[in-house]
């Protein structure tokens, strides 16, 4: 930014100076008489803070809320548990299968899918064309 | 590597219960097949489909959390109530609720495209001369 140098441009620039401090200072002269040192008949401002007192109150306080706030944002979801989230690419529960074969209940989902022999796969996909269906992918 | 359940108990219930109104409306089986499956899906799905009872009339739902895939298989005679097409359809809808993130929600829906297309179609004025 190229500095203004004509007298007009100067005179300008210190005229918004001056406005933008003058604004400044008004509130801070306001509050002079807070750090005027002058004691009322009958106040009593008793014996300072300790230094654990102040860290306790203004340190230890605050973070205590966050953390009350904080869980309570959480606690839902860590009440519900794991939940499906598309695109992580990773599955943690066991298989379920609802109207599966009737005889053993639950555990025949699993046996379903481990020891899957090469024999039985080409076998399948030789004899596949009764069944139709679809697929998808998301 | 199993840590807790796929769904929560009303998601089951619900599920089921979508289950059993195909059911009733059709007449087919339909079930339902959610975990992760090793190797090609469609001839697992297959072959997880021969061990159902009454497969010839029995539709199955695989779905593959992990591969993000899913798998309808139709048994022989369940594949003329619901066509490849009707089937791609549902698979489409499944799939579309799955990328949101809801599962269950998904299997129902699917579940409700798969029985309304299985519906025998009513013929009008069938005993008229």
């Known amino acids: 930014m190229k500095t203004p ?78 939940r499906y989230r598309p695109h992580q690419l990773s599955w943690w529960a066991a298989p379920v299968w609802f109207g599966g074969p009737r005889d053993d209940r639950g555990e025949s989902a699993e046996r379903a899918l481990t020891g899957t022999s090469l024999k039985e796969l080409t076998a399948v996909a030789t004899v596949a064309q009764t069944e139709g269906g679809a697929s998808a992918r998301w | 590597m199993p840590a807790g359940d796929a769904f929560s108990a009303r998601q089951e219930q619900d599920i089921a219960k979508a289950i059993a109104t195909a059911e009733a409306q059709t007449g087919l089986t339909f079930s ?63 799939a579309s609720t799955f990328a949101l993130g809801d599962l269950a929600g998904g299997i129902v829906n699917g579940l409700g495209s798969l029985m309304e297309h299985a519906q025998k179609a009513t013929v009008l004025h069938g005993g008229q001369p």
């Open chain 1, 5 to 82: 140098t004509t007298p007009e441009a100067v005179t300008r620039r210190a005229l918004r100076a001056a406005t933008i401090g003058s604004l400044a200072a008004v509130p801070l002269l306001l509050t002079a008489p807070a750090f005027a040192l002058h004691r009322d008949a009958g106040d009593d401002p008793g014996p300072g803070l300790s230094a654990v007192a102040t860290i306790l109150i203004y340190i230890g306080i605050p973070l205590a809320i966050f953390a009350v706030i904080a869980l309570l944002v959480l606690a839902p979801s860590i009440a519900r548990g794991n």
């Open chain 2, 32 to 94: 339902v097949y959610v975990g992760s499956v090793e190797g090609d899906l469609r001839a697992q799905a297959l072959r997880l489909h021969r061990q159902l009872d009454g497969a010839d009339l029995a539709v199955l739902v695989v779905v593959d959390p992990r591969r993000n895939q899913l798998e309808i298989v139709t048994g022989a005679e369940a594949k003329r109530r619901v066509d490849d097409r009707a089937a791609g359809l549902a698979a489409a809808a499944m």
